[in-house]
């Protein structure tokens, strides 16, 4: 998959003025004090939430409440430290980036795949059928207007919010496996592990074992564990999904395709990834702050390698430059207004005439 046009002026002009606004106000493309406060923060809430739930929780009461704030710790370890880890821009330095990015082991996942399924798929082919894993759910869903429309996906608009709770055990117990075993993950073959990153594998999977599973056992009688683990890891994969589909399965983010049998996307390389991606509640600071910024995830996908603390600064840039190349910049004011239009987008693409169309054309979106 090739995109036809080079990237053009747009993308020239647009980092000139992200490199000016790093020079002239000294802000820190990584190594940022805001990010290094925000991870001890984060790993005191995931600290604090697993031992009062495993060693003082007494009553269901106490332990619901503390499994969901261990199931939203682990979900932004997730949005803000690994993420920021693997795309190395969490440090300048790489081995802090690694370490970073290993914590995703710690959540059962592995930063070896994640780093190859993620930074070399998602941040190219957004959106592209058949290439792009993230709109791929087999039968279960339809994400995209070129997916196969199947009768029951009438209904998904109602049952996919609850498939997307079971992403944690997905990729811990089966496309980890997958790749390990097959050199597989989704649709596209990788490497598999070895050396140090096949230890760090091992590893990461057996530490996140004992402390999900066998350490509370020994507190705790098994059905309860098995319990409180579910409802924990349903809490990440909901949080997790959620904030990722809000980004690019809605009605105003585009779905295209190479016409003919090219091989080619019209669209240049950073046009195509403004025109797939939708941003949200880009003003609301306790969403930024929890999901590392990745409601501005137009931001993210041009510029994956400048820690996420300064997108909400970048952002200004990217709508102005967006303006100035017609390019077109899509930003939902509000979670609950990207909610709605993902629910919208599920609903339309579950019709077997379901095509990518603006149906709510007074949507509260503001475009540049």
């Not at 990217?318 to 987008?345: I, K, L, P």
Request: charged share 15%; hydrophobic share 45%; net charge positive.
């Amino acid at each position: 998959m090739k995109f036809a046009q080079p990237d053009d002026a747009f993308l020239t002009v647009l980092r000139q003025r992200v490199d000016d606004m790093f020079n002239n106000t000294g802000r820190r493309r990584r190594d940022c004090a805001a990010m290094y406060i925000k991870t001890l923060v984060i790993a005191i809430w995931f600290a604090t939430s697993y031992g009062l739930l495993v060693f003082l929780a007494a009553t269901w009461w106490q332990a619901i409440p503390l499994t969901i704030s261990l199931g939203l710790a682990m979900a932004s370890i997730g949005f803000n430290i690994q993420h920021d880890g693997a795309h190395s821009a969490y440090s300048n330095r790489k081995w802090v980036n690694s370490l970073m990015a290993m914590t995703l082991d710690l959540l059962g996942g592995s930063s070896f795949y994640w780093k190859k399924t993620h930074n070399q798929v998602h941040h190219s082919y957004t959106n592209i059928t058949g290439h792009y894993g993230d709109i791929d759910m087999g039968a279960l869903g339809r994400l995209s207007p070129h997916q196969q429309s199947r009768w029951f996906h009438r209904l998904q608009h109602l049952y996919l919010w609850v498939l997307y709770g079971f992403l944690p055990f997905k990729w811990q117990f089966y496309d980890d496996m997958r790749g390990v075993l097959t050199g597989r993950i989704g649709l596209n073959r990788f490497a598999r592990p070895r050396g140090r990153h096949l230890a760090v594998f091992v590893g990461g999977k057996l530490l996140f074992v004992s402390l999900a599973l066998v350490i509370p056992m020994m507190v705790h009688t098994w059905h309860t564990v098995l319990l409180f683990f579910f409802i924990a890891s349903f809490v990440q994969g909901l949080t997790l999904s959620v904030v990722f589909q809000l980004a690019h399965c809605l009605e105003e983010a585009d779905f295209p395709i190479p016409p003919g049998d090219t091989g080619q996307i019209e669209k240049a390389w950073a046009v195509h990834q403004v025109e797939t991606t939708v941003n949200f509640a880009p003003r609301n600071r306790l969403v930024t702050w929890f999901t590392g910024s990745l409601n501005h995830q137009i931001e993210h996908h041009l510029f994956p390698q400048i820690c996420h603390v300064n997108y909400p600064a970048i952002s200004e840039l990217m709508e102005q430059t967006c303006r100035d190349f017609g390019v077109r910049y899509v930003a939902h004011n509000s979670t609950w207004s990207a909610v709605r239009a993902h629910y919208r987008w599920l609903r339309q693409m579950g019709r077997p005439d379901g095509l990518a169309t603006d149906l709510n054309a007074n949507s509260p979106v503001a475009t540049g």
